[in-house]
């Protein structure tokens, strides 16, 4: 009897040159790849039905992909009676049936899965080989170079290693423009009147059109509206957003990549986070795309270097410190939170105008951007007080590009601190006047952002005070927190007091 190899694509892997893949032979008969849509993963979190669209129509095209470039594929849907439902059980089917005598599988995106796969030798009998994922440009060998031994694991110093490392916006030995960050450079506030693009979007096929009816079915009561769903599901689909994105936005998305508008989900903003995330782009192709476009002279430093920090700077680091940091990571909880999330967050019903904005929109879209996610609705969780795991498992289920290595530094770093200052220098906590700074919300909104206390008073004002003196312990040492600390430093104790009683009695309103 020959050797059959299995080799197993899981569904955020779907990219052609994937290590798993890398020596397959096309045409043999003993090389089987297998894909499976599994109950498991479609509920470890409550996720947002285009989520599941998104992913489990991605991976039909793929196989159909790999089907039509000779491969031998074995695909087991969700509603196939036979399917057990998780990976180990459709695994071993799988080697079953094909009397597998080898499995290979790149590693998994988070720690819950890659302990499965760990498991499975011991369980099936058969070698099984798991590959590093080559789709990120910093291996684990290299971040952990980087981060070995360092006190501190700033974004920025990461950053730099990988410009002059992949040479991408360095002339020689030198940062483009002599600058490595225009952060500064990417916070204008939105002028009312500024047309925003609209956007290409491709439209769902035959294929998709049946996932969707499977989710409908499936999950009637699940979050997030199935239609209209204008997610690219093929490569070249995910291709044609990119075009889109750099001929329309790429130019302005430097200068409001801060910036939120009532009624607009996506600005200047690329939206190729879930191709990013499921292997239908690269990394460093988009970044090769964004720099030539500028190169050209026809996108600014700007915003061809915000564009750039956020793919081969954020995602990269907070990816590496995913894995770096090991699975204790979550069991942090540095301030103590301890509220419920509340319900507004599945409903989009409360009155304050910049959240309901945003959780409205994730219902349509699964996607926000990344100051919806980090000054609104994160921003409020913190203030708030909210369970670190219930924030977590929040942001892993709604968003179509969540998985745990890129969720879970973003959420519990970066959004919540409850991580206490490994990923983020201090809590980007603030009041009302930062959303109203950086969008239209505030002047439809029934509370007033400028006033302090009372029932009309936005709500973000007196958490945020209550939020440092609850945390005065922690952060007052802080260095980037010495200006409220020194504003609060001359309430008395009656303000003090005042402050915590009005955001206890509006949080106890929320539960
Ligand atoms: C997120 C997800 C979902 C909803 N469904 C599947 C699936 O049915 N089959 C599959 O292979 N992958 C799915 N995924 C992606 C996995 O959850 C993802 O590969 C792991 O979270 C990464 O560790
Ligand atoms: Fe949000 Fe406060 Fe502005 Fe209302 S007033 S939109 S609650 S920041």
Redesign the pocket.
Known sequence: MGVTTVRL?????LTRGLSSLADLRPGDPAQVVL????QE??T?VP?HRQ??VF??GA?RHFAEELRAAGVRVDYVR?DDPANTGT?TGEVARAVARHKATRLIVTE???W???RLIESWEASLGIPVEMREDNRFIASHARFDRWASGRKTYRMEFFYREMRRETGILMDGADPVGDQWNLDAENRRALPSRLPIPARSRPAPDVMTREVIDLVAERFPHGFGDLEPFGWAVTRDEALVVLDDFLMTCLPSFGDYQDAMRHGAPFLFHSTISPYLNVGLLLPREVCDAAEAEFRAGRAPLNAVEGFVRQVLGWREYVRGMYWHLGPKYAASNALGASRPLPDFYWTAQTPMRCLADSVDQVRRHAYAHHIQRLMVTGNFAMLAGVRPADVEAWYLAVFADA??WVELPNTHGMATWADGGIIASKPYAASGAYIDRMSDYCGGCRYDVKAKSGPTACPFNYLYWAFLIRNEEILKGNPRMAMPYRTLGTWNSGRRAAVLAEAETFLDGLA
């Open positions: 694509v899981l569904g955020d892997q894909m499976v849509e599994v993963e479609a470890y996720h989520k599941l992913i489990l991976m969700l990976f998994a995106g988070e819950r899965v890659r998985f745990e």
